[in-house]
C-alpha cells in the first residue's frame, strides 16, 4: 500500500491563485520530500522537510509538516500557467525500508 | 556537471524479450534507485543500489534485476517481458541511501508490444 497519499487527487485554479495539496503518511519518518513532475517527464526535487521541521519556504513553496498528525502541505502561492503539473510527496516507507511515492495531485493553472 | 542520466530515451521491445537500461548518477552520489511509473500513476520503488548491493527492493519480480558498478552506474534489467511492463522508468540518485534528496533522470520510456 501506498505510505505517501496525496489530496485532492486534482486541482483546478486561475493564474495568480494559492494551490493547497495535502500528504499523508502512514509510519515514523526523518524527512519527507515534495516533487513536481510535467507531463510524464523526469521528477523535479521541490523541497526536503526534516522531521524536526515544522515549516520550510522555499521561493512561492511553502511546506509544512505535522508528524503528530503524520501530514504534510504544500502551498504555491500566486500560480502561473507553468505550474501545471503533477505534485508527489516522497516519504520513507519506514526502517529500512524503500522510500515511496504517493499518487500525486495533478494542478491544473489556466490563464 | 551533468545530473542523472538515462539510455535510451525510447524503446520498444515484443513480450519475452529481454531489457538493459542504463543510469548514470550525479556527481557525487553513491545511491542509485529505479522506479516504475505506469500512465496516470505515481512512481513505484523497484530497488535501490548502494555500494555495488541491492539494499531494498520495492514488491517487485525477480524477473526485474539490477547492478550497480564500481563508477555507481547502475543497470536495470527486466527479463520475460509482459505487456504490463510497459512504462517509465525513472533513475534517481542521491547521496547515503536515500535519506537526501533524490535527483530524477529524465526516464526511459518502455513500450511491450
Known amino acids: 500500500s501506498q505510505q505517501g497519499e496525496e489530496d485532492p487527487q486534482a486541482l483546478s485554479i486561475q493564474e495568480g491563485e494559492n494551490a493547497t495539496m495535502n500528504c499523508s503518511y502512514k509510519?515514523?519518518?526523518?524527512?519527507l520530500q515534495w516533487y513536481r513532475q510535467n507531463s510524464g517527464r523526469g521528477l523535479v526535487h521541490l523541497i526536503l522537510?526534516?522531521?524536526?521541521?515544522r515549516e520550510k519556504h522555499s521561493g512561492r513553496l511553502r511546506v509544512t509538516l505535522d508528524t503528530s498528525k503524520k501530514s504534510s502541505s504544500l502551498l504555491i502561492t500566486a500560480s502561473r500557467a507553468a505550474d501545471t503539473a503533477s505534485y508527489f510527496c516522497?516519504?520513507?516507507?519506514?526502517?529500512?525500508?524503500?522510500?515511496?511515492f504517493g499518487k500525486g495531485t495533478t494542478l491544473s493553472v489556466s490563464s | 556537471d551533468a545530473g542523472v542520466t538515462q539510455s535510451p530515451t525510447h524503446l520498444i521491445k515484443t513480450r519475452g524479450q529481454q531489457v538493459t537500461l542504463r543510469c548514470s548518477p550525479k556527481?557525487?552520489?553513491?545511491?542509485v534507485s529505479w522506479y516504475q511509473q505506469a500512465l496516470g500513476q505515481g512512481p513505484q520503488f523497484i530497488f535501490q543500489?548502494?555500494?555495488?548491493?541491492?539494499?531494498q527492493r520495492g514488491n517487485f519480480p525477480d524477473r526485474f534485476s539490477g547492478h550497480q558498478f564500481p563508477n555507481y552506474s547502475s543497470e536495470l534489467n527486466v527479463n520475460a517481458l509482459l505487456l504490463g511492463d510497459s512504462a517509465l522508468y525513472l533513475c534517481?540518485?542521491?547521496?547515503?541511501?536515500?535519506?537526501?534528496?533524490?535527483?530524477f533522470g529524465p526516464g526511459t520510456r518502455l513500450t511491450v508490444t
Open positions: 522537510i526534516r522531521s524536526n521541521e
Open positions: 543500489y548502494y555500494e555495488e548491493e541491492e539494499r
Open positions: 556527481s557525487g552520489h553513491d545511491t
Open positions: 516522497l516519504t520513507p516507507g519506514g526502517a529500512g525500508t524503500a522510500l515511496i
Open positions: 534517481a540518485s542521491s547521496k547515503g541511501q536515500g535519506r537526501y534528496e533524490q535527483y
Open positions: 509510519t515514523s519518518i526523518n524527512n
